[in-house]
């Protein structure tokens, strides 16, 4: 019964910032670990960042590392992904998603709960 909604994406040049916002609401107690997932034309879907209730422990995809960074506020409600040094291989639909057990960005089937995306376009 986790619901995932996420916003604040758009259109940005490369080299440019975007900052994600995911609203959190439902039975949070439930999961262990809390993500970002992205989806391309033509790709599969991949793994951003995840990050720990509490924010302990983080993730990152190699691609995204040292420009990508994930943090959660007011107490799970607010999960955020802020990017910087976008390039045009960011664009995509980028997905916020919850896991019930473990935490692995291999993994997306294992994350149970998932918002309707938003996307992301540079240019």
């Known amino acids: 019964h986790v619901q995932l909604v996420e916003s604040g994406g758009g259109s940005v040049q490369a080299g440019g910032s975007l900052r994600l916002s995911c609203v959190v609401s439902?039975?949070?107690?439930?999961?262990?670990?809390m993500g970002w997932f992205r989806q391309a034309p033509g790709k599969e879907r991949e793994g951003v960042a995840a990050?720990?209730?509490?924010?302990?422990?983080?993730l990152y995809a190699d691609s995204v590392k040292g420009r990508f960074t994930i943090s959660q506020v007011n107490a799970e409600e607010m999960l955020y992904l802020e990017m910087t040094m976008l390039g045009p291989d960011d664009t995509a639909v980028y997905y916020c998603?919850?896991?019930?057990?473990?935490?692995?960005?291999?993994?997306?089937?294992?994350?149970?709960?998932w918002g309707r995306g938003t996307q992301v376009t540079v240019s």
């Open positions: 998603a919850a896991r019930g057990i473990g935490c692995d960005l291999n993994t997306p089937d294992d994350f149970h709960f």
């Open positions: 439902g039975r949070t107690y439930f999961t262990s670990c």
């Open positions: 990050l720990y209730p509490g924010g302990g422990t983080r």
